[in-house]
């Protein structure tokens, strides 16, 4: 069988060996969705199968979609306690800034930083960036079957959500033969695509519910309808019951509309905003508008946060967006 990615399969074992027999903690970002979970959980029980003392550290809980994947692996927030001893190693994170502020200060260095986004800083001593990926959940499924790792039901079963989640269930440009072959070695292994789905799809709360049709009722077309920006205000949040992990997958509605090449979410919270981005084509590279706002991601997702009020803000994303497109009309002439 030819090697997925022989490149980062040789370069993750040669960093693996070099801290055998030291701890580890295995960090994920803020707000994490399914393949930040799914590939903390993958990457310590497979350094577990290796004889390691790995634990999962997050500055936030697991989403409760994604609480049955994480299996009996150890995985604690930071609030409760952190111990700064062990070798970190980040997955599925863009800038160290994402690992909150408990864990930057607890981990000032990275030892290790595998992760599938364009926009990442090579923030660690060692980088096993692959940006044509289509998940990070993607990248350590190749390598860990590359070196013939073992790879037990759970790390399967997460490691397939991460790619399920961060592709859309396969629709996303990123899905390819590889990421298909992957999951089939994953399904041989014991995941079980159905009871993922159920899980992830199936399950969801009156609360997301009521937030979703407050989001549908704020749209606003901008760019002659090629961008549609919905926003969750603070009011929102009082009115619904629903948390943060409810706005998981909104921002994918803006963008469903025929016509809208970009969607955007705008959500405000305790005084503080957060936006997403969402393109259809990866020519709009919405991760370089992002980084005007504090941001980063993926040519067709990425996700930032503007230092800044919503009434503050709101023109600047307009002038942004309609700057972006006609540039697109520029070099398109």
Known sequence: MALYFPKHSAAFTKAIEAIRGRPVAVLGHVRPDGDCIGSQVAVARVLRELGFDAVCYNHHRVPSNCASFVGDTPFFVDEDGVDSSRVAISVDCADRKRLGPVLQEAYPEVYLNIDHHISNSLYAEHN????????????????????????????????????????????????????????????????????????????ESPAKLALLQRFLASFRYLCDGRACVGIIDKEAWAATGATKEDTEGLVDYARSIEGVEIGVLLEEMDGTMKGSFRAKDPVHRVDQLAIQFNGGGHACAAGFNPESTLDEFYPRLVDALETHFASLKETSQ
């Open 128 to 203: 096993i960036i692959e940006g044509t990926a289509s998940a990070t959940g993607e990248i350590l499924g190749g390598i860990f079957l590359d070196n013939d790792l073992t790879v037990d039901e759970v790390t399967a079963q997460a490691l397939y959500v991460g790619i399920a989640t961060d592709t859309g269930q396969f629709r996303f440009a990123s899905t390819t033969r590889d990421t298909f072959e992957i999951c089939c070695h994953l399904m041989e292994r014991g995941a079980d695509p159905a009871a993922a789905a159920m899980e992830l799809y199936e399950r």
